[in-house]
């Protein structure tokens, strides 16, 4: 069983960062960021392998979030840069232990959540 605490959402102009945080209480293969907006299902957003670090990204953020890990604090970030009001959702960690190719988006533990809110 792995536990996950989020952190770092907030209120952002569209234009602006944030960064959020997801702290893991045990090993795992891989962690992501998943995120759900108002009326519309959970989405994958990125992720990233703890052994080698490969990462993958939906299109819609690629080239503006970026996730990495610190191992020694089994935490995983997520920097979202240029942000827009399309952004806005409750984004969650996840994390799985099965080792799985990075393109597989199917986790097995998930974090509460942290509202990310982008206003125009």
């Known amino acids: 069983q792995v536990q996950l605490e989020e952190s770092g959402g907030g209120l952002v102009q569209a234009g602006g960062s944030l960064r959020l945080s997801c702290a893991a209480s045990?090993?795992?293969?891989?962690m992501g960021w998943f995120r759900q907006a108002p009326g519309k299902e959970r989405e994958f957003v990125a992720a990233?392998?703890?052994?080698?670090?490969?990462?993958y990204y939906a299109a819609s953020v690629k080239g503006r979030f970026t996730i990495s890990r610190d191992n020694a604090k089994n935490t995983v970030y997520m920097q979202m840069s240029s942000l827009k009001p399309e952004d806005t959702a409750v984004y969650y960690c996840?994390?799985?232990?099965?080792?799985?190719?990075?393109?597989?988006?199917?986790?097995?533990?998930w974090g509460q959540g942290t509202q990310v809110t982008v206003s125009s």
């Open positions: 996840a994390a799985r232990q099965s080792i799985m190719p990075i393109f597989i988006t199917r986790y097995d533990y």
């Open positions: 045990g090993r795992t293969d891989a």
């Open positions: 990233i392998k703890w052994r080698g670090g490969s990462t």
